[in-house]
């Protein structure tokens, strides 16, 4: 029947592969040939099965991260480490769903929201904040409190920042982009102006707006994340579908009955809220959402959000979790992981951009 | 039928469509002419709800009930009209089929069912689109996209289909196959066919219903026969041209 | 740690500009502009302004300070607090702000030419940033060694960076010259981190900041005088202008009028690298100079490299010096670097720009 061709499609494209490898390697000798056989194979499920190998990969890396190079003090590193993880994993989640949603949105996978300055935005509002409340009541505004005054005030600013960027029919994507990095730079100096301003001499104080860095968490942020990402999971996972709609452009979207105003406005909440989350968890980090969208656009067999959303989740998880585990316990390298991940990311952008290049000649 | 009252449209300060009001038949194929800059893509984008009605009304009748596309709801709307415009730009890898099931989504709403299958398949043949559905997009020649984009709207099973210069890409053959397809729809499932044409010999020839539009006005509707003459033609595109009778049917010819 | 960093600052500053062919149809257009205003007057007008500035700029200081003070040192011949501050601190501050303003204005112009791009400048070719990165090498490596050969490592470094940039973008076809800069902004943050990594790694992100972060508070009378090289330099550029804008007009106009592009080319770069490295090991890099102020110039001016070069030069020398007087009022008795006031100022700069430039296309 037709539909079982087609569910089974991928399947019979990956055992077709081996078999033809299994043909090729015969003249080799029994051995090797079976051998080889089998290494197709393996390689074709593992090609099939995308998100059962992605879990386990984050499952083994979890356990790593908390168990490595304890050495006994399992009362003091439980906690500390549970909470780190579950800071990254809050992290994964965030950049890597917002960002291939604003993907989605913009119908355009070289964007990001902090490519388009979305993140410094969110800095540039915790240091108008301070600025404006005064460093004593700031402090003792409570924290949650405050990050609920930042979200509210992120969303508002977001919505501006995207109706600005993309009000023109934006046919050039350089100058987008382009305009979008300027943004991004100018409300990265302008907190670099406010927290001077604010503290004249403090070197730490400058360094530290930019660097995003995966050691230390404020545990109560930690909780209020955490329902964040739960409450925004449940709303991106009724719209999957309609997310698919929208690969299509805007134009057949609204062919096809979606509600686009509705569902954009909706998506867009949906990010800025993630965006803020995430980097007032760690800090701005610029390319990481490129780097996992483009990661996953490889592995995963198909466009469908239902898998994507899943797959992109997990593959910034392990990212963070496993490189983490890696640059601190292992090469005892702590917060290097961020400056790795830029540097690959930024490799990443110039080759998505080559790439785009080659294409459209 | 399809109701169009007072359109007017406006983008900047530049007034595009000048309170049109019109209303086109249904079960036939309707087809849009004008020159350059008539405002007939601006009028497609509005009856299509691409560009949001700035004033007037456009309804789509649907068995006795006039469906406003302002007041309906946007998945009943769906199922009502169809329309594919100029700018289709598909992101990621999606293969042929694929593509068609998206057209059935008004229907399953993400979730296909063996209906909207072997309703899929029914259209890759009509189409003749059999060889080409495992292929992705991005593989394909313009004109094969084209048609593929095109079965995916009729994939979508409205009463209403609008259609803006969908023959540009292809060549004889497929241009033929597919006017002589939308007639068939139109005379044999009652479907009312809008198509933006660039070339006045294919509308006289395949339409049974001729709207020409000058300057964001609606000038003449009509049989082709009786709108195609040599008067308007010197009128809307300020060219001296042959009138030849075929069937019928005007042809064009613009001498040297 | 983002690829942004505040601490390198805004570069970008795009606008509506036509293509690139439109520099070599610049000096054709400038009759068209429609406001060409005679050099003598620009140039004049930039000379009281910098008048102004370099007095205000030596008045102004934490330090006791006045001009009676100077007057009476200077009519009993003999040294006083007044006079000693102006020699060893006033004087070599501003004359070091005014030196940078030119370097870094005429290489952004240098640099444009010779990529036939309005949109970059050395800190958006990688040449300041390699400039930092071969300062950081031969600092750990050699500590020891002279500033003229921390001066030359440096030069060499930008000449290799920017050799590797322009190879990148060798394949970008010119009708997409937004590309340029924003793979040129990309390319930097790379060499960036990995500076910083370095940095990191052997616990000398104190002494990068100094190369990183544009900051004239640390320049004293024996401090600076190696900049004076990059006035040689303009002088250099100056003579060689009229080759320089033959090369820019196009690869066919340079051949007929016998001009050797490869030649000429490589003494721009070499330039624009001597040029980088100098400022970014006296006082450090200020980003975005070389962008505005020429583009500036040739809205007034037109594209004429002979025309125009004293013109970027006392317009980059004034809008560095304003900055620098901004940067020292503004939390007085604190100072806000340069880099961080021309990040915010250069920024809102491009934005306004952006939105007056009339589409030139």
């Known amino acids: 029947m037709f539909s079982s061709t087609k569910l089974t499609s991928t399947k019979t494209g990956a055992t077709k592969t081996s078999t033809a490898i299994d043909n090729s390697s015969s003249a080799d000798g029994q051995y090797s040939a079976a051998a080889q056989g089998q290494l197709a194979k393996l390689w074709a499920w593992i090609a099939a099965h995308p998100k059962s190998i992605a879990a386990i990969i984050l499952l083994i890396s979890m356990t790593l991260f908390m168990t490595l190079n304890v050495n006994g003090y399992w009362d003091f590193a439980l906690p500390l480490r549970g909470k780190k993880l579950l800071a990254l994993i809050v992290v994964g989640y965030a950049i890597g769903v917002s960002t291939l949603l604003f993907q989605t949105l913009t119908h355009n996978p070289i964007l990001t929201p902090s490519l388009l300055g979305f993140d410094s935005l969110y800095v540039l509002l915790q240091s108008l904040l301070v600025f404006f409340l005064g460093a004593i009541s700031f402090t003792s505004l409570d924290p949650i409190a405050k990050f609920t005054l930042e979200i509210v005030l992120m969303f508002g600013a977001s919505l501006l920042l995207f109706k600005l960027l993309f009000s023109k029919s934006s046919q050039d994507l350089t100058r987008l982009i382009l305009v979008g990095v300027i943004f991004g ?64 452009g805007q134009a057949q979207a609204v062919n096809l009955g979606i509600n686009y105003q509705r569902l954009a406005f909706g998506l867009l909440t949906v990010i800025a809220v993630l965006v803020a989350t995430a980097t007032a968890l760690v800090g701005p980090v610029t390319f990481f959402g490129l780097l996992v969208c483009a990661l996953t656009n490889r592995i995963a067999r198909h466009m469908y959000h239902t898998e994507r959303l899943i797959l992109v989740s997990l593959v910034a998880m392990i990212c963070l979790v496993l490189g983490q585990t890696i640059f601190e316990q292992v090469l005892d390298m702590a917060g290097v992981l961020s400056v790795v991940i830029e540097l690959a990311g930024g490799l990443m952008f110039l080759a998505l951009i080559f790439m785009s290049q080659r294409r459209s000649l | 039928m399809i109701k169009l009252n007072n359109i007017s449209h406006h983008i900047g300060k530049q007034q595009i469509l000048h309170d049109i009001t019109l209303s086109l038949p249904t079960a036939q194929v309707i087809a849009l002419i004008g020159p350059n800059g008539a405002g007939k893509s601006t009028l497609f984008s509005v009856m299509a ?84 559905a495992e292929r992705f997009l991005s593989t394909l020649s313009g004109g094969q996209r084209q048609r593929v984009l ?95 009778s075929h069937q019928g049917r005007p042809v064009i010819v613009d001498t040297v | 740690m983002s690829l942004f960093s505040h601490r390198t600052h805004a570069r970008l500053k795009s606008s509506t500009a036509p293509s690139a062919s439109s520099w070599q149809s610049g000096t054709g257009n400038a009759l068209h502009r429609r406001t060409v205003i005679p050099p003598w007057f620009i140039n004049t007008a930039s000379l009281i302004l910098m008048g102004l500035l370099v007095l205000l700029s030596l008045s102004i200081g934490v330090a006791d300070f006045s001009w009676s003070g100077i007057l009476q040192s200077l009519l009993t011949q003999s040294a006083n607090s007044d006079s000693s501050l102006l020699l060893v601190s006033r004087i070599p501050r501003t004359i070091a702000i005014i030196l940078t303003g030119i370097a870094m204005a005429v290489a952004g112009m240098i640099i444009q030419v010779v990529l036939k791009n309005r949109f970059v400048e050395p800190s958006m070719v990688g040449a300041t940033q390699s400039a930092a990165l071969g300062l950081l090498v031969v600092s750990l490596l050699f500590p020891a060694s002279a500033l003229i050969v921390k001066m030359g490592v440096a030069t060499i470094a930008a000449v290799f960076g920017m050799m590797l940039f322009m190879l990148l973008i060798h394949r970008i076809p010119p009708t997409d010259f937004l590309m340029i800069p924003l793979i040129g902004i990309v390319f930097g943050g790379i060499i960036e981190a990995v500076t910083t990594f370095i940095a990191y790694q052997t616990e000398s992100l104190q002494m990068l900041s100094v190369w990183q972060f544009g900051d004239f508070s640390g320049v004293l009378a024996g401090r600076y005088e190696l900049l004076w090289l990059t006035g040689g330099l303009c002088v250099l550029a100056y003579i060689i202008a009229d080759k320089l804008t033959i090369v820019g007009l196009g690869d066919n106009i340079a051949l007929n009028l016998g001009i050797s592009k490869r030649q000429v080319t490589w003494i721009g770069v070499g330039m624009v690298a001597m040029m980088s490295a100098v400022v970014v090991l006296t006082v450090g890099m200020i980003p975005f100079i070389g962008l505005v102020v020429p583009n500036i110039v040739s809205r007034l001016m037109g594209d004429k490299l002979r025309r125009s070069l004293p013109a970027v030069a006392l317009l980059g020398a004034s809008a560095v010096l304003l900055c620098d007087i901004i940067g020292r009022s503004i939390r007085y008795p604190f100072e806000v670097p340069v880099a961080t006031i021309f990040g915010v100022v250069g920024t809102v700069l491009f934005l306004w720009l952006l939105l007056r430039a009339p589409a030139e296309q």
């Open chain 1, 185 to 248: 730079v100018l409300f990265r100096s302008l907190s670099a102006l406010i927290a001077r301003l604010i503290n004249p001499d403090d070197f730490v104080v400058v360094q530290s707006a930019s660097y995003a860095q995966f050691n230390t968490v404020n545990p109560q942020l930690l909780g209020i994340s955490l329902f964040i990402c739960v409450i925004t999971a449940i709303f991106v996972w009724r719209w999957r579908y309609q997310c698919d709609v929208l690969m299509l």
């Open chain 2, 49 to 132: 709800r691409l560009q949001p009605l700035q004033s007037g009304q456009v309804s789509f009748a649907v068995d006795n009930e006039e469906r406003d596309i302002v007041s309906c709801q946007a998945r009943t709307l769906a199922k009502t009209v169809a329309m594919l415009g100029q700018d289709n730009h598909v992101q990621g890898r999606l293969r042929v089929h694929e593509l068609l099931m998206f057209g059935r989504y008004p229907y399953h709403q993400g979730q296909p069912t063996a209906d909207d299958q072997q309703k899929i398949q029914e259209i890759l043949e009509r189409f003749e689109l059999e060889p080409l």
């Open chain 2, 150 to 244: 095109i079965a995916m709207i009729v994939c979508q099973d409205t009463p209403y289909l609008l259609l803006d210069e969908p023959l540009n890409n292809l060549d004889m053959y497929h241009a033929g196959r597919l006017m002589r397809e939308l007639r068939q729809l139109s005379h044999n499932q009652q479907k009312t066919v809008v198509i933006v044409l660039h070339d006045i010999n294919q509308a006289a020839q395949f339409a049974d219903t001729v709207v020409t539009m000058k300057a964001g006005e609606v000038t003449a509707v009509g049989r082709p026969a009786d709108v195609i003459t040599q008067e308007t033609m010197k009128d809307l595109y300020n060219v001296d041209v042959t009138v030849l």
